[in-house]
């Protein structure tokens, strides 16, 4: 049983505001993504949980217990750094052993849990070589194994896959899924990549300039974005924004941009009633556009110019103008467009997000 | 056909490349023998030869203005038995150990602190170097200063404080001497070794230290599970640099003390000067200084054994 309670808290270095009036709580056997651009305070709000980082103001609590004077070894995490920092002097073994024998376990009970760690990573037959003498996702491997002998309360991982080529990315990914399935510790992980949040997290915080943008479950976050930022972050190829107005037409809402004119759904028209008259950026990601088939109503198409046609295999991404605004479109992979077609757009209405475009928040 | 053919290209190809038949550098051997050969010459005139000189001279009975005869190894049994030689043998030896072990001790302690964050930490770091860079010999006459029998700044403040009722004669005193020189050693080289072993633990990631700390490792166990294995393969370079400047030390004795009072500072070097250029006795003095080479022959030896173990670790 362990969760991780932050209140208030705020990081400052020197001038920097690094950490803004972070609330979070995160519960047991909770994975938790931390996300975000550099220098957003993922990182610095996670050192701050593990006690590698004062505490500006605010309070971090590990099961009921405030922790923000003890020091890290008294906080019973065990943290997964991005170099690994596995000691280069030390086998496979005394790395893994070495906080048990800080912590002064008796050697068979060391013996026995660096053994089981190993079976469980498959690192059984490396346990006597050096770290230099191990490729990246070997070394990954035992840092991981360096963290759960010690079966802690809370794990931290500080963006541990960003080393990896992107084959072993991904399979570490969903060992370390897997590794959370088995374990069910409380974690708490840290990447800047949107698609590690998106598989690995039960709930992802999305961070910016310090403060949270929002929290909630992967699927929550992809289908309603709280603002601009969290839409355009979460989700890839990210979401398209084009600029238009809210107009009142024969009793109807109409978005007018430049060069079209779409009828959001009668579901959204009552929220958007309030900004009739007003500049708004409408939200439409990639993978909710398509070309048309004739039989989509003209009220939710849209005439655009492809500029550049990107071939993936299983699906097209068009880059598009529709006017002035910019557009990628993720297509099936049967249609047939060349650079400089004008093709008839057709998008989801149900998929429609609008933003307020002074706050950038959701509507 | 196509083997004519071939054959033709390769025979035009031979007309327009003539095989370098006259040039001598195309030679690999005669290539490298030339290109070793600027540093064989330098070598051989100014380490090689000295060398062999040094030798001959301690098997001669040679004296300043005298050629004299070869002699065997008289000058050696005659310094074996020499009561002064063995106090500047173990003198030597006393001043190396000694020496070394506060260098390394203060070095390492100054080192840590500088590797920590704090403000001015560029002009700190600067300044460290300071006693490194002045020349050992004005510093030292500084110091033979502050040590004088009748201006000492030292006795002063002592007496000020109220710890010393009489004037201490710390060069006049044999033990005081020899406690006197080491304490200038440690002070000159102290930043060399605070320097080197910084550069030593600049290259230690601070991750680790965070990673033992989540560990549990507390402070010291940190430093001694994490910090200090790491930095051996530094520290082993820097003390064997260090042994041999020490055990070959002459400026600052020389300086200080002259080998005095009564030949108790004497280390090799200034008693094989004292001996050799002092007295006139060049084959004697050549005899003494040769005697320092089985020594840190051995000590080097041990040492370097020492490194490659611990680098291939």
């Known amino acids: ?363 | 056909m196509a083997i004519a053919t071939i054959g033709a290209a390769a025979r035009q190809n031979r007309q327009r490349n003539p095989r370098p038949r006259n040039r001598l550098l195309e030679d690999e051997r005669w290539l490298a023998f030339t290109l070793l050969m600027p540093t064989a010459i330098l070598l051989g005139l100014f380490i090689a030869y000295p060398f062999f000189k040094g030798v001959m001279l301690s098997l001669s009975s040679s004296r300043v203005g005298i050629e004299g005869d070869f002699v065997g190894l008289a000058n050696f049994a005659k310094i074996w038995n020499d009561s002064i030689f063995r106090t500047a043998v173990w003198n030597t030896f006393w001043y190396t150990a000694v020496t070394t072990v506060f260098k390394l001790g203060f070095g390492l302690w100054l080192a840590l602190l500088l590797n920590r964050h704090f403000k001015g930490k560029a002009y700190i770091r600067a300044a460290i170097l300071l006693p490194f860079i002045i020349p050992t010999v004005l510093s030292t006459f500084a110091w033979k200063w502050m040590f004088d029998p009748t201006f000492s700044v030292i006795n002063w403040a002592l007496f000020k404080v109220g710890l010393i009722s009489a004037r201490i004669n710390w060069l006049g005193d044999p033990d005081l001497a020899m406690a006197s020189i080491i304490v200038v050693n440690v002070w000159r080289a102290v930043p060399f070794f605070a320097i080197s072993l910084l550069a030593g633990l600049q290259t230690i990631s601070p991750e680790l230290q965070e990673a033992a700390a989540i560990d549990g490792a507390r402070p010291w166990q940190r430093f001694w599970y994490v910090t200090w294995p790491l930095l051996l393969p530094v520290t082993m370079v820097v003390v064997l640099f260090s042994v041999i400047q020490t055990f070959a030390d002459f400026q600052l004795v020389y300086v200080m003390t002259g080998g005095g009072p009564a030949n108790a500072t004497h280390l090799f070097a200034t008693y094989a000067y004292q001996i050799g250029i002092g007295t006139g006795l060049l084959s004697e003095g050549a005899a003494i200084s040769l005697a320092m080479f089985p020594f840190l022959l051995l000590i080097v030896v041990v040492q370097l054994l020492y490194i490659r173990r611990v680098e291939t670790r």
């Open chain 1, 1 to 363: 049983m362990a969760q991780v309670v932050i209140r208030n808290l705020n990081k400052k270095f020197d001038e920097v505001h690094a950490v803004k009036d972070v609330n979070l709580q995160i519960n047991d056997k909770e994975f938790m993504v931390f996300v975000g651009p550099s220098g957003c305070g993922k990182t610095t709000t996670l050192r701050m949980v593990a006690g590698l980082e004062s505490i500006t103001s605010g309070e971090v609590l590990i099961n009921d217990t405030v922790v923000n004077e003890l020091p890290p070894m008294d906080r019973d995490i065990a943290m997964v750094f991005q170099n690994y920092a596995l000691y280069p002097h030390m086998s496979v073994y005394d790395n893994m052993a070495f906080g048990l024998k800080m912590r002064k376990f008796d050697k068979a009970e060391i013996a026995q849990r660096v053994q089981e760690a190993a079976d469980i990573l498959d690192i059984g037959p490396l346990l006597k070589r050096k770290p230099r003498q191990l490729s990246g996702g070997q070394r990954q491997r035992v840092a991981l194994g360096r963290a759960i002998v010690r079966h802690p309360q809370v794990f931290l991982f500080d963006e541990p896959l960003s080393n990896l080529d992107a084959k072993l990315r991904v399979q570490m990914r969903v060992e370390l899924k897997k590794l959370h399935n088995r374990l069910g510790t409380t974690a708490i992980y840290v990447t800047h990549d949107q698609v590690e949040a998106m598989t690995l997290g039960d709930r992802v915080v999305v961070m910016k300039d310090g403060l949270v943008q929002q929290v909630g479950a992967p699927l929550e976050l992809y289908n309603r974005p709280a603002n601009r930022f969290v839409a355009g972050f979460i989700g890839s190829p990210a979401m398209n924004f084009l600029p238009v107005t809210l107009a009142d037409t024969d009793g109807s809402l109409w978005a007018v941009g430049p060069e079209f004119r779409v009828k959001p759904p009668a579901a959204m028209a009552g929220r958007l009633r309030g900004h009739t008259g007003k500049a708004v950026l409408l939200g439409i990601r990639p993978e909710d556009l398509r070309v048309t088939n004739g039989a989509d109503p003209a009220d939710h198409t849209f005439e655009a110019t492809v500029e550049v046609t990107e071939q993936l295999g299983s699906e097209i991404l068009l880059d598009l103008t529709a006017g002035p605004a910019p557009m990628v479109a993720s297509v099936e992979p049967t249609v047939t467009a060349k650079v400089g077609d004008r093709l008839r757009l057709a998008f989801n209405p149900d998929r429609l997000h609008v933003f307020d475009s002074q706050t950038e928040a959701s509507i």
